[in-house]
């Protein structure tokens, strides 16, 4: 290719109820379902020492830095928790309080950037909220996160929890209307996102479903229910170790926290290490959902599924689902073919040797997913300038580093660059170090040098390359309801967006690293691999096809000129 340059992990919030009995000293905002209306305590509590900024505080100082000022390959903390850490917390915050559901801001999410959309996590049976503990520190970068607790011994009927929901989704939404509000379910989370979207279709909300509970009338703990209800106390203790299995897949968990970069024998030793910590404190499921609590989370689960799939019609949101193939508990992946087609505006991506636990077992990076959907934004649209978010160092080292791996040792890729003298240096000293350059190239075959290329880039000088790639790749009809997470999406999230010529322009006038292939599709198929354009066109089926998705380009492209 020739190329030339031109304490506890949450914030306390203010409560009306009293603290946790805990050394470590932490409080939750807590309104109970006849006191919704009057849910406005959900501001942090500045009277104990070492917790942060309220959230309407910092909205009004403004404070966090640009999307754009975000570093390349900036550290995001993903990797450094695991499931552990998941029980350890879960077994903290379950102490029973007598208190009613409630939100908190887990410490570790840190200062997002400004203007950051705000994000409520809506858990599982479980209730802790601590579900997103692998991905706190990645999405607190970008997102204001809000978790739902959902206390041990609470009863509240899933009506009150879906009003409870959304009084804060409508109340952040009064004060800014212009931004979108997240609202990630999992499992019975899901049921509850769904129910509040259908109730508010002129709110911007984006749902992020994962292995939504809508299937609960399929599911493998019907039948469980009676033999649940006339089993012994004392044998309750039993339960938590089958649903551990059934739930999710135990080496993926203990692989969560395992660095990637370690030779194989010390890998081993650390997933030995980690399984032999993880298989004794499954027995905390029992502290986690007691006997009662089960059974009552399961009879929630049934009216939340009819509630929320009575609804569906209703729900005009952005809708993400993300299902697994391996899970045992719920039928997911017959569920997203059944959303997909359900849900108007609705996406998914199928994880297919995932299991239910999905957020907590290895391989997966919520943020990566939502930003190689193009589903992170900060406004009523998608901008693909200014709501891009640039390559964190574990997407870096995934994508890059390992996926790659055995492509760039195969094909020993070597940059060279020309000084101003004219000499010819190897590697990438002739580039300019800052922007705006227009990188201009011809293809090799459909693009498979792009990975070397950017490796050159962000390895030797930190600076991340904007991609113009066909309109055609972002249209979402070619979609289905078992899209795998694939390699567009990860050029999506190494920067590639349509080419337009006022996107090339809003690139350079923030002093971006453009990529233009001026050859386009046609060059990168090399004319002819198996049928030409030409004869394609002459194909029925296939040219309607063509017509049509030129006509979606085409309208797409208007607003951007």
Wanted: charged residues 20%.
């Amino acid at each position: 290719m020739l190329l030339s340059s031109a304490q506890l992990p949450f914030l306390p919030l203010r409560t009306p109820i009293p603290p946790f009995h805990s050394s470590k000293r932490c409080r939750l905002a807590a309104v109970r379902e006849n006191q919704v209306k009057h849910a406005s305590s959900l501001e942090l509590d500045r009277s104990l020492p070492g917790t942060g900024d309220s959230h309407a505080e910092k909205k009004a100082m403004g404070t966090g830095i640009e999307a754009g000022e975000l570093s390349v390959r900036y550290d995001d903390g993903f990797g450094t928790k695991s499931v552990k850490d998941y029980f350890d917390m879960a077994k903290e915050i379950i102490k029973p309080d007598g208190g009613p559901p409630r939100w908190f801001c887990p410490v570790e999410c840190g200062p997002p950037i400004k203007d950051a959309p705000l994000l409520f996590f809506l858990p599982g049976i479980d209730g802790t909220g601590m579900g997103l503990v692998l991905h706190q520190k990645s999405l607190g970068k970008v997102f204001e996160v809000w978790c739902l607790h959902i206390p041990v011994n609470d009863r509240t009927p899933f009506e009150g929890l879906v009003k409870f929901v959304e009084h804060s989704v409508n109340s952040e939404h009064a004060t800014s209307t212009n931004k979108p509000i997240y609202l990630v379910g999992d499992s019975f989370g899901g049921c509850l996102a769904l129910a509040v979207a259908a109730r508010n279709p002129t709110v911007d909300i984006v749902l992020i479903l994962v292995n939504p509970a809508t299937s609960f009338a399929k599911s493998q703990l019907q039948p469980l229910l009676p033999v649940l209800e006339a089993l012994p106390s004392n044998l309750h203790i039993t339960v938590p170790y089958l649903l551990s299995f059934v739930m999710g897949d135990p080496l993926k968990m203990a692989m969560a926290s395992v660095s990637k970069d370690l030779p194989p024998p010390e890998t081993l030793d650390e997933l030995s290490k980690n399984l032999t910590s993880l298989l004794p404190i499954l027995s905390d499921l029992a502290d986690i959902i007691p006997k009662n609590t089960l059974l009552w989370k399961l009879k929630l689960l049934k009216s939340a599924a009819a509630y929320a799939n009575s609804r569906l019609h209703a729900v005009e949101a952005e809708v993400l689902l993300l299902a697994s193939g391996k899970d045992n508990l719920l039928p997911s992946g017959e569920e997203a073919d059944r959303l997909w087609n359900s849900l108007k505006n609705c996406r998914v991506r199928y994880f297919k040797d995932n299991g239910h636990t999905f957020l907590l077992e290895d391989g997966i990076n919520l943020l990566s997913i939502i930003k190689g959907t193009c589903t992170y934004r900060r406004s009523r649209q998608h901008d693909y300038v200014t709501d891009y978010l640039p390559p964190t160092h574990s997407e870096y080292q995934k994508h890059i580093e390992q996926e790659y791996r055995w492509f760039l040792l195969a094909t020993s890729p070597v940059m060279f660059s020309t000084l101003k003298d004219g000499r010819i240096v190897k590697g990438l000293a002739g580039v300019p170090d800052k922007g705006p350059v227009l990188l201009v190239g011809d293809h090799m075959l459909m693009g498979i040098e792009l990975s070397p290329l950017y490796k050159a880039f962000l390895k030797e000088k930190n600076i991340i390359i904007r991609g113009m790639a066909h309109p055609i790749l972002f249209l979402k009809k070619a979609e289905t309801s078992r899209q795998e997470f694939y390699h567009f999406d990860i050029l999506n999230i190494f920067g590639a967006l349509p080419v337009t010529p006022i996107n090339m322009y809003r690139l350079f006038s923030r002093g971006s690293f453009v990529l233009l292939y001026p050859g386009g599709a046609r060059e990168a198929l090399h004319r002819k691999l198996v049928l030409d354009y030409n004869e394609q066109k002459n194909i029925p089926y296939i040219r309607e096809w063509i017509e049509e998705n030129n006509k979606d380009i085409l309208l797409r492209s208007i607003p951007w000129f």
